[in-house]
């Protein structure tokens, strides 16, 4: 079945560092694929997508672009701000059906 | 106001009581969602429905029922709580894909539930 494997946290950066967490997934076909931030005492909301192979998905300074070769989707960050503390999860979505998450990635930036 | 709204926002209970859980969408969607999340494992699909009439079991359904009492209402039942059904809940929402190739859904805030 479809899955999908984030790396391990939780990550702590400073203010101002480049931010990479990766994503990898497993799928027959060809999925349409999700990052999804959760802040604290919040749901879950869409950071950015990517629906096919090469596509970049970007937001407030965040991007991931959609690796098929390397069945990866990681998320991208150049400088992190203490506002970017939350937990990250990457998911796919295979036939606009259901989503598949990751385990989630908890991020703490600090000043 | 809130698009995708959960009630309660918090709860404790004790093992073997009957919980419900509820969602309300004011986004017009036809599809809804119930999720867990637990540390380190991500969010489960409980259940999920496509319209009023269609209800479909997710990944880890036992222990659970759900009820579609209308298009912008989605509750979840917890017939018999145990203490492993301690967990954040989050309902989600999503409108009818548009040239069918992806799925965005809208979470609520969530509801953590405590069994003791």
């Known amino acids: 079945g479809n899955s999908v494997t984030q790396m391990e946290g939780p990550v702590t950066l400073s203010e101002e560092a480049f931010l990479t967490i990766n994503c990898t997934y497993t799928?027959?076909?060809?999925?349409?694929l999700f990052w999804y931030v959760q802040y604290p005492g919040e749901g879950l909301q869409l950071l950015l997508k990517a629906t096919k192979a090469d596509d970049k998905g970007s937001n407030k300074g965040f991007e991931a672009t959609y690796r098929k070769e390397t069945t990866s989707f990681h998320l991208e960050k150049g400088s992190v701000q203490v506002s970017d503390s939350a937990v990250y999860f990457c998911a796919l979505s295979q036939g606009a059906q259901k989503l598949v998450f990751g385990q989630g990635t908890r991020l703490t930036i600090n000043p | 106001d809130a698009d995708v709204t959960q009630t309660p926002r918090n709860r404790i209970t004790k093992t073997g009581k009957r919980i419900m859980l509820e969602c309300s969408q004011t986004k017009g969607h036809d599809r809804m969602y119930w999720y867990r999340q637990d540390p380190g494992l991500g969010l489960r699909l409980i259940y999920y429905s496509f319209d009023v009439k269609d209800i479909n079991k997710g990944e880890i359904s036992d222990g659970y029922s759900v009820s579609r009492q209308a298009q912008a209402k989605f509750s979840l039942s917890l017939e018999s709580a145990i203490p492993n059904q301690t967990a954040l809940y989050f309902c989600?929402?999503?409108?009818?894909?548009?040239?069918?190739?992806?799925?965005?859904?809208?979470f609520g805030p969530g509801t953590r539930l405590t069994v003791l």
């Open positions: 799928a027959t076909g060809y999925p349409s």
């Open positions: 989600a929402t999503s409108d009818l894909p548009r040239g069918g190739t992806y799925n965005e859904q809208f």
